[in-house]
């Protein structure tokens, strides 16, 4: 759009600058581009997001990728590749036959299929984009993946992708408007000379999505920590990942555990009372197994429902703990430690707990324990995720455990000095004997077979390719490499074989802690099998014959994996199962430091009340006996104060004298400054403009044909520098105002 000489519109060219000038870019084209550089990294973002999970399977990985680096290919080269309208139906038709196929023999899960079909509804649009409503299908399937990201994750991963997702959708969205309102628009801007003006663009828009993503990142995070939140984890069940439930069940077949420790995801973190430096080494009970085929540890389902006491805990069996006899009368034998659990959702009911746990409180219906000291989630509504117990670590003395004698209760030699029925290698008794010979009490023998086994064999995740007839034989004379599933059912064996009571317990062991967040960090690889032996008056003592690890806290450059883990906890802690009870925390901890701090002002104005108070009388004196130095001082405040007040008018008026006098360097503006000033010279005149006036409506409100014609040239030039960016015509805009001003004054 131009302006002939007699101020009216010239559209008798039809030519844009861009077209008259190949080396510029239009606007509208350069905005084009962008907006499809955005959705194209939108989309990337999510897919991004959606292969950070680990759920998706390789063959969907590699053909989506494939197609999203083509696709960008095409982006960088400016070229276009649209499949044909008439293949989209049928290719979108045959696909929903193989989601059926797809859903009923290839993934055989609901939500592996839709994914699938959604990744493919990508692929075809991306390459199928004709119309406005194919880029908004294309930006809905991407937020479908990002969807799908957060139901197959709780990683704290998936917030970075998240922020990147959404700054591409600011992006994309914001660039889709104004695509839309430039295309819909009526007055096109003048194009600029400037070949790279469409850099501007892109600069502003680097510039100004951070910002805004921010500020939506500030208000959703307020609006997430104040609204009510109830703790129900619905999608948690279709989240992918290694399935403990088979380690940690009733039913645990020789290598289960095993397999289970070859992962190095987090299991769980558990922050003990008081413990800043990690001083524990603890072993975390799952649940404990009392019979034995030769191939498979089993257990009675015998649990029962425990009854809460009066401060909502849970009152736990004591038949699962050690005899308290050999506390004498004094508690001062008693070790109590309190702890809070952070649980990932790793797909087990069972409850870790140091031994013995006397107590245990979460936000669970119901919660049941069996005989032989396992704790199990049967509220199925709320998956273990977060809880406190109180456990007993003290342990008797080792004179006491040598004098407990063989007076064992019927029901424990009934359950655990059972051996396998389909017999046994007779080498695994004559060994028991031959290396417990000089041992000349029980507590002696099991401590010969622990440290035997700890020295004697090695540590190895290899289990034996080909099965074998009897495991623990094999593991003891062949093999003798193993790892603490066989470790631990080998020592119980020979332990029932010499007519201890003995018993196998799945759980986790760690010595890795966080100082950061003060917490032992328990990881799939810390899966531990050991075993558990019962002495009379004593209970059941742990002992541990797999040999010790070379793990420990991560120093130095490994100290990184902290900081990742403590966000990871923050993340899991306040985000993934933030619900009304880290609310109340919340809330108490506001109220209590609001508290403080009004208590902490008011102590220290009645300590200081006497000083304050000197302090005023001596001011006082000293205004007296200088009034003028002082009237001085005030004044000069006051005009300070003055200035500091009036500053951004201040900034304003030096602004707008810069740009009246270069008006070329910010057209845009400068023409909105001038604007400005013609608006209210006109309204001097008895012309006031209306908020919701557009300027060529109020041209065509103005009576006088004198005092319309220079406004209309005022106007067509203001739009050109305004929305054109033209800097020949925001310095014409001083003179066409001063025409203004002349037809005002002729009137």
Known sequence: MALSNNGTQDYSTGMSTASKNPGVISMQRAIDHYFELALYLLVLSGFGTLVGTGGLDLLSTVLVATALAIRGYLLAKRRSFVIPERWTTPLSVLY?????????????????????????????????????????????????????????????????????????????????????????????????????????????????????????LIWAAGLFFVMPRMSAGYLGGYSYGTDFSSGFSDHVQLGQIG???????????????GDKTGLYDLHWRGVSLADFDGHTWSNQNDASALSRRPDTSFALPSD???????????????????????????????FFLAPWAFSLRG??????????????????QHAISRYEATSDIATPTLAELRTSGRNYPANITETYLRLPEHGMDPRIPQLAS????????????????????????????????????????????????????????????????????????????????????????????????????????YGWQTFDPTPASSGGTPHGWGRFSLYMDAAASFWRDWVITYDSSNQYMLTRSAINTSHGLWDGARLWARAHYASMLLWARSTQQRVESSPRRWMLIAGAVILALLVLANMGQ???????????????????????????????????????????????????????GKLRVPVTQFTYAYESARFGNSSEDARRLAQLFGEVEAATRSE
């Open 650 to 704: 201040m900034v304003r008026m030096l602004q707008e004298k810069r740009l009246g006098k270069h008006p070329e360097r910010s057209p845009d503006q400068a023409a909105a400054l001038w604007y400005q000033r013609m608006t209210r010279l006109l309204a001097r005149a008895g012309l006031d403009k209306a908020e919701a006036e557009t300027a060529q409506e109020f041209i065509r409100r103005i009576p006088d």
């Open 96 to 216: 929903f036959v193989f989601f059926a196929i797809d859903y009923a023999a290839v993934s055989r899960s609901f939500l592996s299929a839709t994914i699938h079909l959604a990744l493919f509804g990508v692929v075809v649009r991306m390459f199928s984009l004709r119309r406005e409503r194919d880029h908004i299908t294309l930006a809905i399937l991407a937020f479908l993946m990002v969807l799908a990201s957060a139901v197959l994750t709780v990683d704290s991963t998936f917030l970075f992708c998240f922020a990147a997702f959404m700054l591409m959708a600011i992006a994309t969205f914001v660039l889709m408007e104004m695509r839309r309102s430039g295309l819909a628009a009526n007055i096109q801007a003048r194009h600029s000379s400037d070949p790279h003006e469409h850099r501007h663009l892109a600069f502003s828009l680097v510039r100004f999505m951070p910002a805004l993503m921010l500020m939506i």
């Open 259 to 273: 397999q289970i420790q070859q992962s190095n995801s987090v299991v769980m973190h558990i922050q003990i009372e």
């Open 320 to 350: 699962g703990r050690a005899a308290r006899s050999y506390a004498t009368a004094s508690l001062q034998r008693e070790k109590l430690i309190h702890y809070k659990v952070l649980m990932e959702p790793i797909g087990t009911n069972v």
């Open 363 to 380: 936000d669970y219906r119901q919660i049941r324990g069996d005989s032989g000291g396992a704790i199990y989630d049967y509220d199925f």
């Open 434 to 537: 031959q290396i417990t010979r000089s041992a000349k009490t029980d507590f002696d023998k099991a401590t010969v077979i622990e440290n035997y086994l700890r020295t004697r064999f090695g540590y190895t995740l290899q289990l034996p390719q080909q099965e074998v007839k009897d495991p623990i034989a094999n593991f003891l004379f062949e093999r003798k490499r193993g790892h603490c599933e066989y470790f631990a059912s080998s020592m119980a064996v020979m332990l029932r074989t010499l007519g201890i009571p003995s018993r196998v317990v799945n759980g986790f062991r760690s010595d890795e802690f966080n100082d950061i967040t003060g917490s032992y960090v328990v990881r799939a690889k810390d899966a531990h099998s050991w075993v558990e032996a019962y002495y009379p008056g």
